[in-house]
C-alpha cells in the first residue's frame, strides 16, 4: 500500500464533478423552496384573496342601509290611496364624545336626558348608545316633523351639531283611513308590505334601497365623514288602481249599513266590475280595519264581544280577530250562492238548446230526485212557468229539473267554462279555490242541489266574474285591480290590458239571459234593487251554510248589473249570517245593491232611460227665491211644480225650506219666511213599516216632504224599513226626509 498519496484526496477534497454534483442539489433546493413560497403566496392571493378581501373590508367598513321610498297608490282618477311621506331618523356619533374625561359624561347625560324628553326613548337604553365606538346609532326611526323640530332646537341650543343628527326617511300613510283597506294592504315597521296590493306588487312599490359605507380605523371606531360614501336609495315605481275612490266609498258606506242593520255575524262584502274590461271598480269588506293602525281594532262592538270572554281568553280572541279583519272577504272566503247560481245553470241549458225562452214548467211545490225530495220555498207551488218565470220566482224544483236535463258531464263543463275550477287570476294576494263536486263524483242528488247553488262554496269574485261572462256577450274576462304602472316621472310605464280567457255562451244566449234576469229585478224577487231610470238586472240569493248547525246562519246575496240593453257595470253583495227581521237575499241584499248603482251609475256616466211613471215624478232641484218678492218668488215655485207656504208678514222671501239646491218630488211645499225670527218648527213622525201611501200621507199632513227610495213612486206592497232623519227630531217645515222601502218577500 502507498502512504505517499495526496492528502487532499485522502481527507475527500471534492472533485470538479463532484462540486458540480453539489451545485446541481442545492439549485434543486432553491428552485422548489422559491417555488413553494412562490405557490403559496399565488394561492393566499389568487384563490383565498378574495375570502380575505372581504374580511378585511368587513373590518374596515361599516354599512349602513337607506330605505327606499314606497311608490304611490292612486285610484283610476288619480286620488292618493297610499303614500309616503317624508319623516326622519335620530341618529348620534358616539364616536365624536370624548370619553377620556369627565365632561364626556356630561354630555352624554344631557343628550340621553334631552332625547329621551324628546323621542320618548328610555334614558338609560339612549345612554348605552353614546358608550358606543361608532359614529352611527339610529336612536328612533320615522320620527314626524313636528317632533324633528324639537330635535333641531335641542341640538342648536346645545351646541351638539355633528354628534346628534337627523335623517330622512319615509312613512306609509292612506289618507282615506279605512277605504279599501282589505285591497290595498298595509306595511309593517320596515315598510315592507305585508298584505293586499302592499303585498302583491312589493318587488314593485318598494324601490331599491341605499346604502351609507363609513370606513373604521385599526382600533375600529368609524374614522371621520370625509371618509364616509352615500349611495342615494331609489323610489319605488307607483301603481294606478282600476278602484275609483267615489264608487268605492259608496259602496263602503251601504254595505256597513246593512251589516249593522241585519246584524250579521260574519261580516259582508260588495264587489263593482265592469263587466267588459273586469277592471274592479270596487271591492269593499265590511268590518275591515284602518291601514294607518293596523293592529288595532276601533270597532267598539268587537272590543265589547272580547271584554265579555274569560280574561286568559281575550289576548288570543284579539289577536284572531285582528286577522281575521285583514282578509278580503271577496276572495279569501268561500260560500254557498244559493240561487244567484240560477244564471250559470240556466244559461248552460239554454246554450245547450236544453230550454229556451218559451219553456214551461210545472211546480207543484217539490221535486223528487233518486228518493230525496226538495221543496220549493213556496209551499203551494208556482204551477205552470215559463223560463222567465222560474228566474222571477226562484223556483228550486224548476232549475232542478233543467240541471238534471242537462247532466252531471254538460252541467260540470259550464261549471268549468265559467270559472268555477279554477282560481280567477284576480292580481291579489291570498286567492281561494272553489270546493266542488266534479262530473266524476256527482250522482243526480248532487247534481240536483248544486243546480240551485247548494253543496259547493265559490268566492264571491268567481261568481261575479262568472255572471259578468253571463250579460257581456259570454266572454270570459279575468278581472284586476290594477290599472297601470308609473315610474318616478309620473311615465306610465306599463299597462294592463282586458283579458279574455274564452267563450263561454254565445250572444244570443247571454241577450236572453239579460232580458229575464231584467224581469227579475222589475217583476220578481230582484225587485228590491229597482233603480229608477236604469233597467237593473239580476238575481238574489238565500243560500244555507251546510258547515253551520245553526239553522239560522244564512247568506244573503244579490248579484246583478246594468243596463239591459248592453250591460256595463255588475255589482254583487253579500251579507254573511244577517240576524236581523229578515235573512232572505231579496230582503237583505236587494235594497243595498239597488242603493249603490242608484248613487254609482248616475256617476260613471250610464245614462238614465225613464218611463212615462218614473219621468213624471221626478225630482225636482228647489230653486232660490231668497231676496225675491212674495209673489214672484210663488210664481217661480208653482211653475217649477212646487207648492208654497208663507210664513210672516213681510214683502220678500228672508229664508226658504228646503233650501235651494235640494232635490224634492213634484208637489212638494216650500216654506217662505219673509221675517228672520219667524220659524216654523215639525216633529218627525216614526214612518216604519208604513206603505208609500201611508209615509206620503203622514209627511204631508207634518208638513214635511218625503223622497220615496228603492221602489217607484207609487209601488204597492213596498214597506218602508229606513229613514234619513230619526223618528221624534225637531227639524224645520219643508225638510226633505228620505224614506227607504223594500219588498218583504220570502225568497230564496
Known amino acids: 500500500m502507498d502512504f505517499t498519496k495526496d492528502a487532499s484526496t485522502v481527507m475527500g477534497t471534492p472533485t470538479k464533478s463532484m462540486t458540480q454534483r453539489i451545485m446541481a442539489i442545492g439549485l434543486i433546493i432553491a428552485i422548489v423552496g422559491f417555488g413553494w413560497a412562490g405557490f403559496g403566496l399565488l394561492f393566499q392571493s389568487i384563490i383565498k384573496g378574495p375570502g380575505y378581501a372581504a374580511k378585511a373590508a368587513d373590518q374596515q367598513l361599516t354599512t349602513v342601509s337607506l330605505t327606499a321610498k314606497r311608490g304611490t297608490i292612486y285610484d283610476c282618477k288619480g286620488e292618493i290611496l297610499a303614500t309616503s311621506a317624508t319623516v326622519w331618523t335620530v341618529y348620534i356619533t358616539p364616536m365624536d364624545i370624548d370619553k377620556d374625561n369627565s365632561e364626556s359624561d356630561e354630555q352624554a347625560r344631557l343628550i340621553s336626558d334631552g332625547l329621551s324628553e324628546i323621542l320618548g326613548v328610555e334614558r338609560e337604553k339612549i345612554y348605552e348608545m353614546t358608550q358606543k365606538n361608532t359614529s352611527y346609532v339610529r336612536v328612533k326611526t320615522k320620527v314626524e316633523e313636528n317632533v324633528a323640530k324639537k330635535v333641531r332646537e335641542f341640538i342648536s341650543e346645545n351646541s351638539l351639531g355633528g354628534i346628534i343628527g337627523l335623517e330622512e326617511s319615509s312613512k306609509r300613510y292612506y289618507p282615506n283611513g279605512s277605504l279599501a283597506s282589505t285591497v290595498i294592504g298595509f306595511v309593517g315597521d320596515d315598510n315592507q308590505g305585508l298584505a293586499g296590493i302592499e303585498y302583491q306588487y312589493e318587488s314593485v312599490l318598494q324601490g331599491i334601497p341605499g346604502k351609507l359605507v363609513a370606513s373604521k380605523n385599526a382600533l375600529g371606531s368609524d374614522m371621520p365623514f370625509n371618509y364616509e360614501t352615500m349611495v342615494e336609495a331609489e323610489q319605488g315605481k307607483s ?48 268590518q275591515d280595519f284602518d291601514p294607518n293602525d293596523p293592529f288595532t281594532i276601533k270597532d ?4 265589547d264581544q272580547i271584554a265579555e270572554l274569560p280574561e286568559e281568553e281575550q289576548k288570543d280572541a284579539k289577536s284572531k280577530k285582528i286577522e281575521e279583519l285583514w282578509k278580503n272577504k271577496a276572495i279569501t272566503e268561500t260560500y254557498e250562492p244559493g240561487s244567484v247560481f240560477k244564471i250559470i245553470t240556466g244559461s248552460a241549458a239554454m246554450e245547450e238548446g236544453k230550454a229556451t225562452e ?21 209551499h203551494e207551488g208556482h204551477g205552470h212557468q215559463n223560463m222567465t218565470n ?26 268549468k267554462s265559467y270559472g268555477f275550477t279554477k282560481k280567477t287570476g284576480i292580481d291579489l294576494p291570498g286567492e281561494m279555490e272553489a270546493i266542488y263536486y266534479t262530473d266524476k263524483n256527482m250522482g243526480p242528488v248532487e247534481l240536483a242541489s248544486e243546480s240551485f247553488g247548494q253543496t259547493f262554496r265559490v268566492t264571491p269574485i268567481q261568481l261575479i266574474t262568472a255572471v259578468a261572462a253571463s250579460c257581456n256577450g259570454g266572454r270570459y274576462i279575468i278581472p284586476h285591480v290594477v290599472k297601470e304602472i308609473k315610474d318616478n316621472n309620473g311615465n306610465t310605464i306599463e299597462t294592463i290590458e282586458p283579458t279574455v280567457v274564452h267563450q263561454v255562451i254565445s250572444e244570443k244566449t247571454s241577450k236572453a239571459i239579460c232580458d229575464m234576469l231584467f224581469s227579475t229585478v222589475n217583476n220578481g224577487s230582484g225587485k228590491n234593487a229597482y233603480v229608477a231610470g ?87 232641484t228647489v230653486p232660490n227665491v231668497v231676496g225675491m218678492d212674495i209673489e214672484r218668488a210663488s210664481s217661480t215655485l208653482t211653475n217649477g211644480k212646487l207648492d208654497v207656504r208663507v210664513v210672516g208678514n213681510g214683502d220678500k222671501v228672508v229664508r226658504q225650506a228646503p233650501a235651494a239646491g235640494v232635490s224634492t218630488p213634484q208637489g212638494s211645499k216650500v216654506v217662505l219666511y219673509t221675517e228672520e225670527e219667524e220659524t216654523s218648527k215639525v216633529t218627525v213622525p216614526d214612518f216604519s213599516s208604513m206603505s208609500v201611501s201611508g209615509v206620503e200621507s203622514t209627511a204631508k199632513g207634518a208638513g214635511l216632504n218625503v223622497v220615496i227610495s228603492g221602489v217607484a213612486d207609487g209601488a204597492s206592497g213596498a214597506i218602508s224599513y229606513k229613514q234619513s232623519v230619526k223618528a221624534g227630531e225637531e227639524v224645520e217645515a219643508g225638510t226633505v226626509i228620505t224614506v227607504w222601502f223594500r219588498y218583504a218577500d220570502s225568497v230564496e
Do not use: W
Request: hydrophobic share 35%; aromatic share 10%; net charge negative.
Open 239 to 286: 301603481l294606478v288602481l282600476t278602484i275609483d275612490e267615489y264608487v268605492q266609498g259608496v259602496a263602503e258606506k251601504y254595505l256597513e249599513e246593512a251589516v249593522v242593520s241585519n246584524a250579521a255575524t260574519n261580516r259582508g262584502c260588495c264587489i263593482i266590475m265592469n263587466v267588459n274590461t273586469g277592471e274592479i271598480l270596487a271591492m269593499a269588506t265590511k
Open 300 to 303: 267598539q262592538t268587537i272590543l
Open 358 to 378: 218559451n219553456s214551461t214548467f210545472d211546480c207543484p211545490g217539490y221535486i223528487v230526485i233518486s228518493g230525496t225530495r226538495y221543496n220549493c220555498h213556496k
Open 390 to 415: 222560474i228566474f222571477e220566482n226562484s223556483c228550486n224544483p224548476a232549475f232542478i229539473e233543467i240541471g238534471q236535463r242537462l247532466g252531471a258531464k254538460t252541467f260540470y263543463k259550464y261549471f
Open 534 to 620: 236604469y233597467r237593473m238586472c239580476g238575481k238574489t240569493g238565500t243560500s244555507q251554510k251546510i258547515d253551520k248547525k245553526d239553522s239560522t246562519d244564512k247568506i244573503a246575496s244579490f248579484c246583478g248589473f246594468a243596463p239591459a240593453e248592453k250591460p256595463e257595470y255588475a255589482i254583487l253583495v253579500m251579507i254573511d249570517e244577517p240576524h236581523g227581521s229578515s235573512y232572505y237575499g231579496s230582503a237583505v241584499a236587494s235594497p243595498v245593491a239597488g242603493s249603490i248603482m242608484g248613487e254609482v251609475l248616475p256617476y260613471l256616466g250610464v245614462e238614465a232611460i225613464y218611463t212615462d211613471d218614473e219621468y213624471n215624478s221626478l225630482n225636482i
